[in-house]
């Protein structure tokens, strides 16, 4: 599993022109899932998002974590986080995990974040999506489930 996780004052998702779901401060996270991501990989990508400590405390210092500082999460399927660009100027996503079996992997991993907690908003899974966001900092991290500590 990929993510792109960007800090955000507020992000939001809108399908054909109609707004689905918005958050204000808190996380938009980009997410791909890669064949073989089972139950362990989606919740302790989860426990690690729920622990991240990113947002400054009254000294200035990234120590406050999402739910310290009251915020959302809006989480978007994207498979070509999955992308091999390493052979030829078209990428490949073999590695992706296949359409039916990663919307399940998606909502299990929305379903994850919850149980921890976290307030989650959702894209709209397939779609074409028009994602904005005002992006905090910037401050942008890519997490790879297997460069996670388990």
Known sequence: ???????????????????ISEIGKGYLLLCGFEEGDGAEVL????KKIAKL???PDMN?????SL???????????????????AHGNRPSFVKAMGREKA?????????????LGMAVKSG????EMAVSLV???????YLDSRELVK
């Not at 919307?103 to 149980?115: I, P, Q, V, W």
Request: charged fraction near 20%.
């Open 135 to 141: 992006n905090d900092g910037p401050f942008t991290l």
């Open 67 to 85: 739910s310290e500082v009251n915020g959302s999460i809006l989480a978007v399927s994207q498979f070509t986080l999955l992308a091999d660009c």
């Open 53 to 55: 400590r990113l947002f």
């Open 43 to 46: 919740s302790g990508m989860a």
């Open 124 to 127: 709209s899974y397939g779609d």
């Open 103 to 115: 919307e399940m992997a998606y909502e299990s991993f929305l379903g994850e974040l919850t149980r």
């Open 1 to 19: 599993m990929k993510v792109v996780l960007q800090l955000v004052k507020e992000a939001s998702v809108r399908v054909k022109g109609e707004l």
């Open 60 to 64: 200035g210092k990234t120590n406050l």
